[in-house]
C-alpha cells in the first residue's frame, strides 16, 4: 500500500518543499514511505491561509458548520479502512484498534457538530436599568495543533473536532514519526471544508512545530506530548502571551485494594499497563498492592501477561504491537535494567522479542520501592511495576507522591476508599475497577507536570473558545459619571 506525501495548504494538496524524512513501520523495522517536510515559507502559508479564512467560517451559522463537520465525519466512515491502515503502518498497533479509533473520530466530529450547536453565553447582571450584560463564546482564532506519535488520530480530532466547530481554523503539525494518517485525512478535509479551514504542515518539532508555536498568525496552542517539550513551548507561549493548552506526560498509579477481586484487578491493570505496548499517557505504571492479597495478585498479573498475544498488527488475533522505536524500546530496556540492578525481580517478560520489528515483551516487575526510576519517572514502555502496601494510609500517600497528574485507578468495593481517592488525587481523571476508558461526553486532561487542558466532553468547546463580554446601554441618556465639559 503507498501514502500520499502532501500538506493542505489554503485548500490544495501538495507536497513538501523541505528535506525528506523516512517514516518507519515499527513492526518490521523498515521504511514504509519517504515524505517531504514543509518549509518555513509553508508554514508561514498555512498559517496565513488559516488566518483568512477565519472570518468567514466564524461567521458561517451554527447549523452550517455543522453540517460540514458532519460532512468530515460522513466522510471518514467511507475512507475509514485507508486511514486505519495508515495507522497500523505508522504506530505498529493492531488494525482492530485502530479501527475502533476510527469510529471514535466519526463520532467526535459529529458529537461536536452537534454539541456546539447548543453552546450558549449568559447575561450578566448588569450595573444598571436599562443595560445588558452579555458574555458570550468566541473563538480564538487560528489554533496551531501539535500532536504525538502514539495516538495520531485521536489526539489530532480531541483538538480539531471542537476548535472547529467553535469557530477557530487551525494548522495541525503531526509528530515525524507518523504524519501518514493525517495526510490521508487531509485529502477529506480538502473536499468537505472551504479553504484554509484545516491546514497541515510537515517537520521537526524544533523547527516546524516552534515556528508554528511563535508565528503571530497562530492565536493559541494545543499541544499534546511530553513534559519537557510542553514546560518549553508554555514558555514560548507566555513570551507573547498565547493560550496554550498543555496535554503533558504521566505516571499514573493504580491502587488495588484488599476488598478488590484479584482475578479481576489483575486482568484491568495489565490491560491498562500493557495497551498498546504501555505507549499510552494515561498507562497504569506503578501499581500498590494491598499486602494480604498482594502474591495472589502477582501471580494472576504474571500469567494474565504471559497469555497477551504480541505480534503482526495485521493479525486480527493480535492484542499488542511494537514499540514504536528501538530508541524508545532500548530506553525501557535501560530501565528495566536499572529497577534489577537496584535490587527489582523481572517475573515476566524483561527482553526484546528476537526478529524483526521493535517487539517487547510485557513485563512485570516485583520487588519494586517507590525510589526506584521505574516508579517515579514516565517509562512509555510495557512495564508494570508492583509493591505492596499495608494500610489506606500509606497507598494514597505513595500514589500522591508525584509530581504529575493525569490520572489514577482505584479497585475497590468501598465507596469512602472512592471518595477518598478523587479528594486527595490531584490527578483529571479516577477510574474505579474499569480503567483507562475514554468517555468521550466526559473531560480528559492531567494536572501540575501533566499539564492544564481538559479535552473531550462538553469542557472542549470551553477550551477552545474565551468569553467576551458585550456592555449594552439600551436606554440613551447621559449618564451622570460620564465626563462631561463645564
Ligand atoms: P514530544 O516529543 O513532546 O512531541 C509531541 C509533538 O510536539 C510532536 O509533533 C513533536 O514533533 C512536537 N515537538 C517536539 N519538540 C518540539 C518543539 N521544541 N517545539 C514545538 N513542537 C515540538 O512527545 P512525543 O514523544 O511525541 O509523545 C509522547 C509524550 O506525549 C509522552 O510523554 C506522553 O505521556 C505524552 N502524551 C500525553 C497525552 C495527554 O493527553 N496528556 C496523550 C498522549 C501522549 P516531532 O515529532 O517532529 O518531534
Not at 163 to 175: C, E, M, Q, S
Not at 269 to 280: D, E, H, K, R, T
Not at 363 to 391: C, I, N
Amino acid at each position: 500500500m503507498s501514502f500520499p506525501d502532501h500538506l493542505l495548504i489554503d485548500g490544495d494538496l501538495g507536497a513538501g518543499e523541505g528535506s525528506e524524512f523516512n517514516v518507519v513501520d515499527p513492526a518490521t523495522g523498515e521504511t514504509r514511505s519517504t515524505v517531504h517536510s514543509s518549509t518555513e515559507i509553508q508554514l508561514a502559508q498555512a498559517t496565513a491561509a488559516a488566518r483568512r479564512a477565519q472570518p468567514e467560517w466564524r461567521s458561517l451559522s451554527q447549523p452550517e458548520r455543522s453540517r460540514a463537520l458532519h460532512e468530515v465525519a460522513d466522510r471518514i466512515r467511507v475512507e475509514g479502512e485507508r486511514v486505519a491502515e495508515a495507522l497500523t503502518y505508522e504506530t505498529g498497533r493492531p488494525l482492530t484498534r485502530n479501527r475502533l479509533y476510527v469510529d471514535m473520530t466519526v463520532d467526535l466530529f459529529r458529537m461536536y457538530a452537534e454539541l456546539s450547536r447548543a453552546l450558549g453565553g449568559r447575561v450578566a447582571p448588569s450595573n444598571d436599568p436599562g443595560q445588558l450584560s452579555l458574555i458570550l463564546p468566541a473563538p480564538y482564532g487560528v489554533v496551531g495543533c501539535l500532536i504525538p506519535w502514539n495516538y495520531p488520530l485521536l489526539l489530532m480530532v480531541f483538538k480539531v473536532a471542537p476548535a472547529l466547530a467553535t469557530g477557530n481554523t487551525v494548522v495541525i503539525k503531526p509528530a515525524s514519526e507518523t504524519p501518514l494518517s493525517l495526510m490521508v485525512l487531509s485529502e477529506i478535509f480538502a473536499t468537505t471544508l472551504p479553504s484554509g479551514v484545516v491546514n497541515t504542515v510537515v517537520g521537526s518539532g524544533q523547527t516546524i512545530g516552534e515556528g508554528l508555536v511563535t508565528d503571530t498568525n497562530v492565536d493559541m496552542i494545543a499541544f499534546t506530548g511530553s513534559t519537557e517539550v510542553g514546560r518549553r513551548l508554555g514558555v514560548l507561549c507566555a513570551e507573547s502571551t498565547k493560550p496554550s493548552h498543555l496535554e503533558l506526560g504521566g505516571k499514573d498509579p493504580a491502587i488495588v485494594f484488599e476488598d478488590a477481586d484479584p482475578t479481576v484487578a489483575a486482568e484491568a491493570v495489565a490491560w491498562a499497563s500493557f495497551l498498546n505496548a504501555g505507549q499510552v499517557c494515561t498507562s497504569t505504571e506503578r501499581v500498590y498492592v494491598h499486602e494480604s492479597i498482594h502474591d495472589r495478585f502477582l501471580d494472576e498479573v504474571v500469567s494474565v501477561t504471559e497469555s497477551i498475544r504480541v505480534g503482526d498488527p495485521w493479525d486480527e488475533s493480535t492484542q499488542v504491537g511494537p514499540m514504536r522505536s528501538e530508541g524508545r524500546r532500548r530506553k525501557v530496556l535501560g530501565e528495566i535494567e536499572a529497577a534489577v540492578s537496584a535490587g527489582a525481580e523481572v517475573v515476566a517478560g524483561g527482553s526484546a522479542i528476537e526478529g524483526p520489528g521493535f517487539f517487547m515483551a510485557p513485563t512485570v516487575l516485583a520487588g519494586v520501592d517507590h525510589e526506584m526510576g521505574v516508579m517515579r519517572e514516565e517509562t512509555f514502555g510495557p512495564v508494570l511495576p508492583v509493591m505492596s502496601f499495608s494500610s489506606d494510609d500509606e497507598a494514597f500517600a505513595l500514589a500522591a507522591d508525584t509530581p504529575y497528574g493525569l490520572g489514577a485507578s482505584v479497585y475497590t468495593e468501598s465507596p469512602t476508599r472512592v471518595e477518598r481517592a478523587y479528594r486527595e488525587l490531584n490527578v483529571g481523571t479516577v477510574w474505579v475497577n474499569d480503567p483507562v476508558v475514554d468517555n468521550l461526553a466526559a473531560p480528559f486532561g492531567g494536572n501540575r507536570s501533566s499539564g492544564d487542558a481538559r479535552e473531550l466532553g462538553v469542557e472542549a468547546l470551553e477550551s477552545f473558545t474565551t468569553a467576551r463580554h458585550v456592555h449594552w446601554n439600551l436606554a440613551l441618556d447621559p449618564k451622570p459619571w460620564w465626563f462631561r465639559p463645564e
